[in-house]
């Protein structure tokens, strides 16, 4: 039995503009480092008599990127490599393909923001932090 979070790290895996391992909750300043980071979520959005309701998995997705100083369009290009992702979530939901999240009902998996952030850079300047923000919905 999977839990949700291993579920999870599978079906991200599953993302083909991956070109490094895809960690979990462990990430460094490396270039091409990806981690899936766990956002303190799992709580209830609408709960019924009986224990059951619909319950929410937030997390976020960390990439290291190279950086340029900004003498070219190398930034623009990292940041569309970013969005990408976002645009493989939103396919993910239009063709209802979810995580399997055992003995739940997966029923939306949506990014919470428009585009990714640049969440900083290291101090030598050459590598970025991307940070995309999304949440599954699934009745428990």
């Given at each position: 039995?999977?839990?949700?979070?291993?579920?999870?790290?599978?079906?991200?895996?599953?993302?083909?503009g991956?070109?490094?391992?895809?960690?979990?909750?462990?990430?460094?300043?490396?270039?091409?480092?990806?981690?899936?980071?766990?956002?303190?979520?799992?709580?209830?959005?609408?709960?019924y008599?009986?224990?059951?309701?619909?319950?929410?998995?937030?997390?976020?997705?960390?990439?290291m990127?190279?950086?340029?100083?900004?003498?070219?369009?190398?930034?623009?290009d990292?940041?569309?490599?970013?969005?990408?992702?976002m645009?493989?979530?939103?396919?993910?939901?239009?063709?209802?393909?979810?995580?399997?999240?055992?003995?739940?009902?997966?029923?939306?998996?949506?990014?919470?923001?428009?585009?990714?952030?640049?969440?900083?850079?290291?101090?030598?300047?050459?590598?970025?932090?991307?940070?995309?923000?999304c949440?599954?919905?699934?009745?428990?």
């Amino acid at each position: 039995m999977d839990s949700k979070h291993e579920a999870m790290l599978k079906y991200l895996s599953k993302y083909p503009g991956w070109g490094a391992f895809l960690r979990f909750n462990s990430v460094t300043d490396e270039l091409g480092n990806v981690s899936v980071q766990t956002v303190y979520s799992n709580q209830w959005e609408k709960r019924y008599i009986g224990g059951h309701g619909i319950k929410r998995y937030d997390f976020a997705i960390v990439s290291m990127a190279p950086q340029d100083p900004g003498t070219s369009h190398a930034n623009a290009d990292r940041m569309q490599e970013a969005q990408n992702f976002m645009e493989w979530i939103d396919e993910q939901q239009r063709a209802r393909n979810f995580p399997d999240f055992e003995g739940c009902r997966v029923l939306s998996i949506e990014n919470l923001q428009n585009m990714p952030n640049l969440a900083g850079v290291n101090a030598a300047g050459n590598v970025a932090k991307y940070i995309i923000q999304c949440r599954v919905r699934y009745y428990e």
